[in-house]
């Protein structure tokens, strides 16, 4: 259903799904990051390695 919870931890979501959510205006690229752990550059691609960074970092803070 819109607007639920959904499934399983959101730093584990598709990079290109997240992506994609970005680009159609659905996610803010600020929640990007902060939600899913996607970094995305002021022209609107993503930032791989910051990406990674930023993944390990929540991944390391929920003990996995």
Do not use: C
């Not at 931890?9 to 996607?38: I, L, N």
């Not at 609107?44 to 970092?57: F, S, W």
Request: net charge positive.
């Amino acid at each position: 259903s819109a607007g639920g919870g959904g499934y399983g931890a959101p730093v584990e979501r598709s990079v290109a799904e997240v992506h994609q959510d970005v680009t159609m205006g659905f996610v803010s690229a600020a929640a990007a990051k902060k939600q899913y752990g996607v970094v995305i550059t002021k022209d609107g691609k993503v930032d791989t390695e910051a990406t990674k960074k930023t993944r390990r970092r929540a991944l390391a803070a929920r003990g996995k």
